[in-house]
Nanobody
């Protein structure tokens, strides 16, 4: 089991920035990758970005050039730096961890971008 605690969401004006954090604990030795997804109520959960243990990154087209995923390996924390935010980025953002034994999700943090 892996436990995830997210922080850093909130309200920001269009063009602004936020940084999300997700701290992992528990059976962290089996983590293969960490990342972020986002979801609007009633819609599917979409990939935002992932980061593998060897540093490989994968970004959704709609965040390329604006969002950056990074990880503090010593503290098992993954970050999502979000710049040039747009109103359409308003969503609940979920931290995800992929391990040898399963996929684990955080509870989500709300990001709201006002126009």
């Amino acid at each position: 089991q892996v436990q995830l605690v997210e922080s850093g969401g909130g309200l920001v004006q269009a063009g602004g920035s936020l940084r999300l954090s997700c701290a992992a604990s528990g059976n962290i030795d089996t983590i293969a990758a960490m990342g972020w997804y986002r979801q609007t109520p009633g819609k599917q959960r979409d990939l935002v970005a992932t980061l593998g243990t060897r540093g490989a990154t994968n970004y959704a087209d709609f965040v390329k050039g604006r969002f950056t995923i990074s990880r503090d390996n010593a503290k098992n924390v993954v970050f999502l730096q979000m710049n040039s935010l747009k109103p359409e980025d308003t969503n609940v953002y979920f931290c995800v961890v992929f391990t040898d034994t399963g996929t684990f999700w955080g509870r989500g943090t709300q990001v709201t971008v006002s126009s």
